[in-house]
């Protein structure tokens, strides 16, 4: 499974949308890009996942661009409960696959 | 739907000592992980199982460290002995059926050796 380089910090203040990027240059053709995040003391959460296309649900969008060899999440409007380390993985969807994590980024939502 | 359930929450023992955690998946999820999470890093995977069967144990330090799956439902991680760099949390998470599907995390086993 590729590697995934991503900033160790950033800020955002309330309200506004934070862009979170992730570097995934060694990306397989058919490896898709997952985000969870860690909110503290608590385990992991799923936030959204692709493999080519931009991707939204409730929580975020998930931009990808066309080399896939970088992908950005955003949140449209960050709140102060935002506050969490986010996780950007790739992988295979198939059992093959495995979810390994790097060290995340810590977004802190300012007031 | 009741989420990954872990207990216990919390637990401090002395090195050298044994200890074990408990995981019960969400029902009917196929597929189950333990994670070792040491402070300020990432989840690290230390065994996938598929129902009752070991899927990938290849970062599990097997000297010290056992899991099991009975009946391909609940599951047990155990450490024996402990040592200090044991120290961390323990994350359990399921998915439905294989490691190709979304992974739901149980709220983790906060281990402290001292």
């Known amino acids: 499974d590729a590697k995934t380089t991503q900033p160790p910090s950033m800020d955002c203040a309330e309200g506004r949308a934070a862009n979170l990027p992730c570097n995934h240059s060694t990306i397989s053709g058919n490896e898709y890009v997952y985000w969870y995040r860690q909110i503290h003391s608590q385990g992991p959460q799923y936030i959204i996942h692709g493999l080519k296309n931009n991707e939204t649900n409730e929580m975020a969008s998930l931009i990808i661009t066309e080399d896939r060899k970088s992908s950005t999440l955003i949140l449209p409007h960050a709140t102060l409960r935002d506050t969490a380390v986010y996780y950007c993985i790739v992988r295979l969807n198939t059992n093959a696959g495995k979810s390994t994590f790097g060290d995340g980024t810590t977004l802190t939502v300012k007031p | 739907e009741a989420g990954v359930a872990q207990s216990p929450r919390y637990k401090i023992i002395e090195k050298r000592q044994s200890v074990a955690f408990w995981c019960n998946p969400i029902?009917?999820?196929?597929?189950l992980y333990w994670y070792q999470q040491i402070l300020g890093q990432g989840p690290k995977l230390l065994i996938q199982f598929q129902n009752n069967g070991v899927v990938d144990d290849s970062q599990l330090p097997k000297d010290r460290f056992s899991a099991e799956r009975l009946k391909g439902v609940d599951s047990t991680l155990k450490i024996q002995p402990a040592k200090l760099e044991d120290s961390a949390v323990y994350l359990c998470a399921s998915s439905r059926r294989g490691a190709g599907e979304t992974q739901y995390f149980g709220p983790g086993t906060r281990l402290l050796v001292l």
């Open positions: 029902s009917g999820h196929a597929t």
